[in-house]
Every structure is written in structure tokens, then in C-alpha cells.
């Protein structure tokens, strides 16, 4: 969800409005894909390297990772069902704060009963580290290390193989995020930044999975 910083300095705004507006656009995106009965949106919230940015901002992104997480009814209301990948909270050197622990705990109680559209929020995550744990697993279990021994030890094993990673603001690389997951995946890129992201850039996304290119 790349741009909310810029989206606010645009228009002369804190950094922090632009995570606020980013917030707003996810909670419209869930609602868009739901409707088009999208499977699987994962979306990558929060990084094992978000942390040195400056506090106020690191605060904000918090609550509104809470504010996401406590829209229940809605998720609710779209037969939505919400996961969480990232450093398990018990692991040396994971930082997700107890509050959001909690949320994101209640979160997928209060929703695991919904049978439609699969939100993953990735928060305190890392692709390396994600494979980096799963290695040290494979190994441990001293069975041949397979591409299936792999899956099976990712953060949240029944994530799918990803049809299409949105890349939006521009940005023409991929970031530390599902770097297992994405192996054959399409790519959409957009120039708009997150908070302008909406209903018909996820059609086009969609579109590009059934596309020859
Ligand atoms: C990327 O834009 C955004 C983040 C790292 C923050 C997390 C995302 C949100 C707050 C929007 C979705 C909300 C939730 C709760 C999951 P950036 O700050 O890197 O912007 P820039 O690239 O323009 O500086």
C-alpha cells in the first residue's frame, strides 16, 4: 500500500493523514473485493523494517491497524473472515505491541466463522524472516527439505499461491512480501498512490490474472 506519505505531501498534509486516508481506501478495497467475490487480498501493513520510522508515525499506523482490525461488523457483514502473518508474538525480537495483539486476537475470533473473502494483514512482517523461520523448522524436523516442507512451515501455511501483487505509486519493484507466495505471479503496477487506489484499479488488477500477458 505504498503512498500514503506521498499522497499527503501533495497536499500539504502530515505523513500521518495519508496513513489515515490509506486506512480508509483498505476498508473500501475489502468491501470492492468481497463483492467481487476475490478469494484471498493480503495486504502489507506493517514491516519488520516500519519500525525506525519516527515514533508519532509508528504510534499512528498502530491505531489505525487497531481501527482495522476492530471493523468486525463489517467484515462481518461481507462474510469477510481476517488472518495476520508476521513474527509470532512469543518469538525473540518480534515487536508487535500486546493491544494490537489483542486485536488482531479478537479480530480473527470474531470473524472466523465468515466462509467468504480471506483478508491477511501482514503486521511486524518479513518475507526473509518468514523464510528464514521456515527453514530452521524444515531442518529441525529432519525430513528432506521439499518445496512442500517449505509451504507447510510459511506463517499461515493456507495463504495460496498469489495470482496478481498490486504495486501501487509508482513503484516498479517488489518489496520483502510474499517472496515464496509469488512465484508466478502477475504484476500491476499503478501510478496512483494507496489512497487513490480504488474500485476499478482492483478490476484492472483482476483483470490482468486472466490476461495473456
Ligand atoms: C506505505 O506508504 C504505507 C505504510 C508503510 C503504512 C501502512 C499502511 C496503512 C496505514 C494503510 C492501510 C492501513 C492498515 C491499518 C493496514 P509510505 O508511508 O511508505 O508512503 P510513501 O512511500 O509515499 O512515503
Same mark, same amino acid.
Given at each position: 500500500?505504498?503512498?500514503?506519505?506521498?499522497?499527503?505531501?501533495?497536499?500539504?498534509?502530515?505523513?500521518?493523514?495519508?496513513?489515515?486516508?490509506?486506512?480508509?481506501?483498505?476498508?473500501?478495497?475489502?468491501?470492492?473485493?468481497?463483492?467481487?467475490?476475490?478469494?484471498?487480498?493480503?495486504?502489507?501493513?506493517?514491516?519488520?523494517?516500519?519500525?525506525?520510522?519516527?515514533?508519532?508515525?509508528?504510534?499512528?499506523?498502530?491505531?489505525?491497524?487497531?481501527?482495522?482490525?476492530?471493523?468486525?461488523?463489517?467484515?462481518?457483514?461481507?462474510?469477510?473472515?481476517?488472518?495476520?502473518?508476521?513474527?509470532?508474538?512469543?518469538?525473540?525480537? *518480534?515487536?508487535?505491541?500486546?493491544?494490537? $495483539?489483542? %486485536?488482531?486476537?479478537? #479480530?480473527? &475470533?470474531? =470473524?472466523?466463522?465468515?466462509?467468504?473473502?480471506?483478508?491477511?494483514?501482514?503486521?511486524?512482517?518479513?518475507?526473509? *524472516?518468514?523464510?528464514?523461520?521456515?527453514? $530452521?523448522? %524444515?531442518?529441525?524436523? #529432519?525430513? &528432506?527439505? =521439499?518445496?512442500?516442507?517449505?509451504?507447510?512451515?510459511?506463517?499461515?501455511?493456507?495463504?495460496?499461491?498469489?495470482?496478481?501483487?498490486?504495486?501501487?505509486?509508482?513503484?516498479?519493484?517488489?518489496?520483502?512480501?510474499?517472496?515464496?507466495?509469488?512465484?508466478?505471479a502477475k504484476v500491476y503496477f499503478t501510478e496512483r498512490t494507496w489512497p487513490d487506489f480504488n474500485a476499478s484499479e482492483l478490476d484492472a488488477a483482476i483483470a490482468l490474472v486472466?490476461?495473456?500477458?
Amino acid at each position: 500500500m505504498d503512498g500514503n506519505g506521498r499522497w499527503a505531501r501533495r497536499r500539504g498534509l502530515p505523513r500521518t493523514d495519508g496513513h489515515t486516508a490509506g486506512e480508509e481506501t483498505l476498508a473500501t478495497i475489502v468491501r470492492a473485493a468481497a463483492e467481487r467475490n476475490v478469494g484471498w487480498l493480503t495486504v502489507f501493513g506493517f514491516s519488520t523494517e516500519n519500525w525506525v520510522r519516527p515514533r508519532t508515525e509508528v504510534r499512528h499506523i498502530l491505531s489505525l491497524h487497531k481501527k482495522l482490525f476492530g471493523r468486525i461488523t463489517e467484515l462481518n457483514d461481507k462474510n469477510a473472515s481476517i488472518r495476520w502473518i508476521g513474527r509470532p508474538f512469543d518469538e525473540p525480537g *518480534a515487536l508487535t505491541p500486546v493491544f494490537i $495483539q489483542k %486485536a488482531i486476537k479478537k #479480530a480473527i &475470533a470474531d =470473524t472466523a466463522g465468515n466462509s467468504g473473502l480471506v483478508v491477511t494483514v501482514a503486521f511486524d512482517y518479513g518475507s526473509r *524472516a518468514e523464510l528464514v523461520r521456515a527453514s $530452521q523448522i %524444515a531442518l529441525r524436523s #529432519a525430513e &528432506a527439505i =521439499t518445496p512442500d516442507l517449505l509451504s507447510a512451515n510459511m506463517y499461515d501455511p493456507s495463504v495460496p499461491p498469489v495470482d496478481v501483487v498490486v504495486r501501487t505509486s509508482g513503484e516498479a519493484r517488489i518489496s520483502n512480501f510474499l517472496l515464496w507466495q509469488i512465484a508466478g505471479a502477475k504484476v500491476y503496477f499503478t501510478e496512483r498512490t494507496w489512497p487513490d487506489f480504488n474500485a476499478s484499479e482492483l478490476d484492472a488488477a483482476i483483470a490482468l490474472v486472466n490476461s495473456n500477458i
